[in-house]
């Protein structure tokens, strides 16, 4: 089935180890985002990006990094967790124009210990 | 600052009893605006939109909501619950000016039998 699909789907690690998140979407989306969710605050924006090769910050970028090496591939990654980034973690992507309506991964819940 | 309020972070009704889910927001311009709603341990569902026209949005399983310009609201209704309708539910907003989406912090739905 055409969607989002994101790897790991669970992952727990410990405080200063590095991970890396993949998004993988096979709509031939141009834009593709990284969020976070935590209890009470929605959905935040970690970092996007509106095609192969580009990146941006979003609204809580730091600690975070990203790359889109390939247009159907967003990998966000986390040099040194911290408890503090312990969340869900979704990806989204949408085409270009249209209505803007976002197809969303099914999340990776992290915990950093 | 643009934003994105959902005041209620949980509403409760009885199952066949009608269901209001509010959201309000302060973008600029002419806002595109969606629901969605996520559930357990799932990624967001698209559930509706606006974009322009009749005010009254009809969406997936039997829901609406309606855009108030003069208010800046798009409150999210049902006319009669289901206990499977149980589940987090976010508004969200983009602005004229920008491609990316801004999340209300989400409300929980619970609905009894």
């Known amino acids: 089935n055409a969607g989002v699909t994101q790897t790991p789907k669970f992952r727990v690690l410990k405080t200063g180890q590095s991970m890396t998140l993949l998004c993988a979407q096979d709509?031939?989306?141009?834009?593709m985002y990284w969020y976070r969710q935590d209890p009470g605050m929605g959905l935040r924006l970690i970092h996007y990006?509106?095609?192969?090769?580009?990146?941006a910050k979003g609204e809580v970028p730091d600690g975070y990094n990203v790359s889109r090496l390939k247009k159907q591939n967003f990998l966000l990654g986390l040099e040194s967790a911290a408890p503090s980034q312990t969340s869900v973690y979704f990806c989204?992507?949408?085409?270009?124009?249209?209505?803007?309506?976002?197809?969303f991964g099914s999340g990776t819940r992290l915990t950093v210990v | 600052a643009q934003s994105v309020a959902q005041p209620e972070d949980q509403v409760n009704v009885a199952e066949g009893n009608p269901l209001t889910v509010k959201c309000t927001y302060s973008?600029?311009?002419?806002?595109?605006l969606f629901w969605y709603v996520q559930y357990p341990n799932r990624g967001l569902q698209f559930l509706l939109k606006?974009?322009?026209?009749?005010?009254l949005v009809k969406g997936s399983y039997g829901f609406e909501a309606e855009f108030n310009k003069s208010q800046t609201s798009f409150h999210l209704k049902k006319p009669s619950a289901l206990v499977s309708d149980s589940a987090l539910y976010f508004c969200?907003?983009?602005?004229?000016?920008?491609?990316?989406?801004?999340f209300g912090q989400g409300t929980t739905l619970q609905v009894k039998p």
């Open positions: 989204a992507s949408r085409r270009t124009g249209g209505d803007y309506g976002y197809t």
């Open positions: 709509m031939n989306h141009e834009y």
């Open positions: 990006s509106v095609g192969e090769g580009t990146t």
């Open positions: 973008v600029s311009g002419n806002p595109y």
């Open positions: 606006y974009i322009t026209g009749d005010n």
């Open positions: 969200a907003v983009r602005p004229s000016n920008t491609g990316k989406l801004i």
